[in-house]
């Protein structure tokens, strides 16, 4: 009841109930009650992974396919929607092959490493007021260091394997993605230096009259896109999907991964690509809260109609078209010439950014009321 | 007496290792079975991190004894193992063999002919080019770019299906004429195909050659420097860009080219943005080969011998030579006077062009190496025939 009492009047609803909130309320007055809703968090993730697996990877193909002028998969199910599931089926069955050379443990732990940052980068986002497994204080900072994570999963998938086309691809990718996440770091910190909190549902909370990205006094904007580049290059995606290169490292890093570990890093490589939205869309573009224009009652009255969870889930899926739009349209960067951008471009740019956006905080050197 | 040719064990000795904290050269194989080698090309690249030192092509992967295997077959058979040579390019492979024969045996060709073969030559010119350029973006990352590449193939590839009934492999330029005659509406179809890929050429400028990524990989990376073209014996788009204006269809006129006004396009720096604009700009002037002669086809039969005889060529030596999209290729017969060849030799352009990867790639990094050897438009069959 309570659930459906929230998810009605969220407009108004500021007040966050996390399932972790509401376990440990639960824990003094019926252990089974909070013992049910850690394994409903659980289960939640874990459901969330895997939907989350097949719905991107139908949409990255039908979305190639009408890029492409050709139609994307069509055979299995209608328009092909069980074509993922087909696929996963394949990847299931098929045989493991690890090389005779390879560092078998570090090889094995590699894949887990790798989804193991992005899932856990989950549990942490604002899905709505009520959908959240759990609101940690200094939510950005977690979510910053566990996607960090992730580099060490590529790293050693790369270095495990013993060949050297994987050598090259690992490599490339411990130089991009610590490099880049530089970037996304210091344009991470704008909006937490607006919004004077870490934790991700107070970001959230602090967008009602507006979003970050056009409030923050062109501030936001900039860190918008910056940050939407950089973690363009922390997802291993075209253009910066140097350490993958299949037509340069014949697959990179993941050359000598089959079967259910390859789905492995296939699977982390999409969802981190969800999770990049995900933040972004809670940092910049205002998360769950619906789109509020102050002193316009009966407007803001029609947007609060939609649910928190569908204008979440429209916005990260607008970016998560973003970001499949750049795989299907540009090239691919060089080694050398992705470092300039980020060291000698980008870094610069955020660092400036940053200041401003400190200097217009502290100064309180507002155009408009923030 | 000491051996000049080194086998690839006494090249290929490991570098030995400089010591405690320097970085060590390596060895990586490119290829035979790689993205970038197209079929089955082996590079064997020499490392320093990801900077190229050395670069040692090792073709023959795909050899399957064509010169020999045309040593038992006559002249008109010859042709249809041409086309398995540059299968982009197969219609010229055709015409190098069929005009070698022809000076050979002295056959005059009537001008319809000439103009079909032109008009079909240019065609697989344009096909040919379209294709690497969707490949070349496929190699650089943008995959888009090859679909759309093989979409207007695909509409050229109906006109020959029509016309010769085959889209890769045609065997239809024989010594003395033409396999079949072009259908009535063949024409009309042309003239559709070009006002289409008049558009498909400016839609791949906008796709491709304006991204700045793009121009980034490409501008001033892997120059070839005109003498060192000559020298190498590099011919067709990669030494045109280089800046030596020489092309068959212009230096030497055969076919109907003489009848056609149109330019050889000329880089400047011979960097792999060059290699890619000229062969952008040779698209265009292919089309506008063809939309000066498609008007005009003269009357007159396509075939001037008689079809099913054999053609016997003089006791002697013969060289002839057509400028196909990669290059020059050309024949070489030493007839003792029969109906077979007593040794044919192709001097194929791609076997040439792939050797300046070993000049140009050194220095540069491995994703620099994937730029270069798709400007270069290699196809590997012909490497190795």
């Given at each position: 009841m309570d659930l459906i009492y929230t998810m009605t009047t969220s407009a108004a609803a500021t007040d966050v109930i996390t399932l972790a909130d509401r376990a440990s309320a639960a824990v003094d007055t019926n252990i089974w009650l909070s013992i049910l809703y850690m394994v409903l968090a659980l289960v939640s993730i874990g459901a969330l992974t895997a939907v989350l697996g097949i719905v991107l990877i139908y949409a990255e193909r039908k979305i190639a396919g009408h890029f492409q002028c050709r139609l994307g998969p069509?055979?299995?199910?209608p328009h092909g929607i069980l074509q993922t599931v087909a696929d996963t089926l394949k990847l299931l069955l098929k045989e493991d092959v690890v090389p005779a050379s390879a560092d078998k443990a570090m090889h094995f732990a590699a894949p887990l490493m790798s989804l193991m940052a992005t899932v856990l980068v989950?549990?942490?986002?604002?899905?709505s007021p009520i959908l959240q497994v759990t609101d940690v204080n200094i939510g950005i900072l977690y979510v910053t260091a566990v996607s960090g994570l992730g580099v060490m999963g590529i790293l050693l998938g790369g270095w495990s394997s013993n060949n050297k086309w994987s050598l090259v691809g690992g490599m490339r990718a411990a130089a991009q993605m610590i490099s880049y996440e530089i970037s996304a770091t210091l344009s991470v910190l704008v909006m937490v230096l607006f919004?004077?909190?870490?934790?991700l549902n107070g970001i959230v909370q602090s967008q009602?009259?507006?979003?970050?990205?056009?409030?923050?006094?062109?501030t936001g904007l900039v860190a918008f896109v910056i940050f939407i580049i950089a973690s363009t290059a922390e997802i291993n995606?075209?253009?910066?999907?140097i350490p993958e290169?299949?037509?340069?490292?014949?697959?990179?890093?993941?050359?000598?991964y089959s079967g259910l570990r390859f789905a492995f890093f296939f699977l982390s490589e999409f969802i981190n690509m969800f999770a990049a939205s995900a933040i972004a869309a809670t940092l910049f573009?205002?998360?769950?809260?619906?789109?509020y224009i102050e002193g316009f009652e009966t407007f803001n009255k029609i947007t609060s109609l939609l649910p928190p969870t569908l204008w979440f889930l429209g916005k990260t899926a607008f970016l998560i078209f973003i970001f499949m739009w750049f795989r299907w349209t540009f090239p691919r960067l060089r080694v050398d010439q992705l470092m300039r951008l980020e060291w000698k471009i980008l870094l610069p740019i955020g660092f400036i950014n940053l200041i401003a956006a400190a200097v217009i905080v502290l100064t309180k050197f507002y155009f408009f009321p923030v | 007496m000491t051996a000049i040719v080194r086998t690839l064990d006494e090249i290929l000795i490991a570098p030995a290792h400089?010591?405690?904290?320097a970085t060590q050269e390596y060895f990586l194989n490119m290829?035979?079975?790689?993205?970038?080698?197209?079929g089955s090309l082996r590079v064997i690249l020499l490392l320093d991190g990801e900077t190229i030192r050395k670069v040692i092509p090792v073709p023959?992967?795909?050899?399957?004894g064509i010169e020999k295997m045309c040593e038992h077959l006559n002249y008109r058979q010859i042709i249809h193992l041409t086309?398995?040579?540059?299968y982009l390019s197969a219609l010229m492979n055709n015409w190098a063999v069929a005009r070698t024969v022809e000076k050979a045996a002295g056959i005059e060709i009537n001008d319809r002919i000439e103009s079909i073969r032109t008009i079909m030559a240019e065609l697989q010119r344009i096909q040919s080019h379209a294709l690497w350029w969707g490949v070349l973006g496929m190699d650089l990352g943008a995959f888009t770019a090859f679909l759309y590449s093989f979409r207007d193939r695909e509409i050229i590839g109906e006109i020959f299906e029509e016309t010769?009934?085959?889209?890769?492999?045609?065997?239809?330029?024989?010594?003395?004429?033409?396999?079949y005659d072009i259908t009535p509406d063949f024409t009309a179809k042309v003239k559709k195909v070009l006002a289409y890929m008049k558009r498909m050429v400016e839609e791949y400028d906008t796709l491709l050659s304006g991204n700045v990524i793009l121009q980034e990989r490409l501008r001033g990376v892997g120059i070839l420097s005109e003498k060192r073209a000559v020298s190498l014996g590099c011919t067709g788009p990669v030494l045109r860009a280089a800046g030596?204006?020489?092309d068959l269809r212009k230096?030497?006129?055969?076919?109907?080219?003489?009848?056609a006004q149109f330019d050889v396009v000329v880089g400047t720096t011979g960097d792999c943005w060059d290699r890619y604009y000229v062969r952008i700009e040779e698209m265009r002037q292919s089309i506008r080969i063809i939309e000066q002669l498609i008007d005009d086809i003269p009357?007159?039969?396509?075939?001037?011998?008689?079809?099913n005889t054999k053609i016997k060529l003089p006791v002697g030596r013969y060289y002839n030579h057509v400028e196909t999209a990669r290059g020059v290729l050309g024949v070489f017969i030493y007839s003792?006077?029969?109906?077979?060849?007593y040794r044919l030799h192709f001097r194929s352009p791609s076997f040439n062009n792939m050797w300046a990867i070993t000049k140009i790639?050194?220095?540069?990094r491995i994703a620099d190496m994937i730029a270069i050897q798709s400007s270069l438009d290699l196809v590997i069959p012909d490497i190795d025939r």
């Open positions: 069509m055979r299995v199910g989950l549990g942490v986002i604002p899905y919004a004077s909190t870490l934790s009602e009259s507006g979003w970050w990205i056009w409030r923050a006094h062109g995606r075209t253009p910066f999907d290169g299949e037509s340069e490292l014949t697959g990179g890093f993941h050359t000598e573009l205002g998360g769950w809260m619906p789109f | 400089p010591g405690r904290g290829g035979p079975q790689h993205p970038i080698a197209h023959g992967y795909v050899h399957r086309d398995r040579m540059d010769i009934g085959a889209r890769l492999t045609m065997n239809y330029i024989q010594p003395g004429g033409v396999m030596l204006a020489y230096v030497e006129p055969y076919g109907a080219y003489e009848k009357a007159g039969p396509t075939m001037v011998t008689k079809f003792d006077g029969g109906d077979k060849p790639a050194p220095g540069w």
